[in-house]
């Protein structure tokens, strides 16, 4: 991958990074299912209005809907509502990078080189140290939950490497067209018409200022210019190179929930995190090409006959 497409990872981590904290604000007015369908419906209705459709089968396109619009979102939401802190959440939801090398692997035959592969081990080992001292943060259903949401984010991350749009953006943009009426109809029929209607009703208050903000944040920044710039990359690279870059994610995450929140960084957890970062920085530098004695000995050889042929008139 080139520095300019590994710098733009990660800005992607960064952008997604701070959509934790943006989307426990949402939460604490909008329904979780609702405001999935909500998030989605907000980007969708112009982009099929204004964007042609990007020249994919329309199973990947419906793929990539699917696993990172529906399951990853509605799993993700569902934790944080009941008890998931943002960024725990940002951690656990890292799971994805290690599922999409294994899906990718299994689904798309993608080889791991032994460069990725510890790259990989170095940020999970990261991950877990930080899981295992946070642990006392969440109950076991907000953590299967967001295991869940990280499992459908890897589904739709496969998807998108398998749909290699020419347009990441135009992509993204008429992916979200999968989730909004799936998600109210599921919405309608969990959360109610009535919540629904007084989240809607309430959302122009001064009270609920601070949940459309990071409504908005999550529309613009994390689904139009992060998700635009992540899919752009997987048309461009192998999964199993763009994926582990997402666990840049939770140092980012935890960071922002500190200055958001006030949830307290401390020594091990700064430690994990730099573990992290090294991790996917080591796994995504190229390789030295090999340069084998056989290789060197036959070149040699070659030139040699080329220069002992004689001359013809």
Known sequence: MPLRDRLLACLVAVCWGVNFPATALALEHFPPLFMV???????????LLLVPRPPVPLRWLIGVGL????????????????????????????ASAPFTVLL????LREKL???????????????????????????WLPVVLTLCG????????????????????????????????PMLALALLVEGPERIGRSLADSLT???????????????????????????????????????????VPVVGVLASWLAFGEVLDAVELTAGALVVAGVLFGSRPGQPKRTGLTTSATSSSSDRVRKRPATA
């Open 67 to 94: 696993g990172i619009g529906i399951l990853q979102f509605a799993f993700l939401y569902l934790g944080m509502a009941v008890g998931m802190p943002s960024g725990l959440a940002s951690l656990v939801l890292q």
């Open 113 to 139: 080189s032994g460069r990725q592969l510890t790259g990989v081990v170095l940020a999970v080992a990261g991950l877990a140290v930080i899981a295992v001292h946070r642990s006392q943060a969440a109950a």
């Open 206 to 248: 001064a009270e609920a200022l601070p949940a459309v903000l990071g409504l908005l944040y999550v529309v613009v920044v994390a689904t139009l210019v992060g998700y635009g710039l992540w899919n752009s990359l997987l048309s461009r690279h192998p999964s199993n190179v763009v994926a582990p870059f997402s666990m840049l």
């Open 150 to 181: 990280a499992l459908g984010w890897a589904f739709g991350n496969v998807c998108s490497r398998q749909a290699k749009a020419p347009n990441g953006l135009h992509l993204t943009l008429w992916t979200a067209a999968v989730p909004p009426l």
């Open 104 to 107: 990718g692997g299994v689904w």
């Open 37 to 47: 369908a909500l998030r989605f419906a907000l980007v969708a209705l112009p982009a």
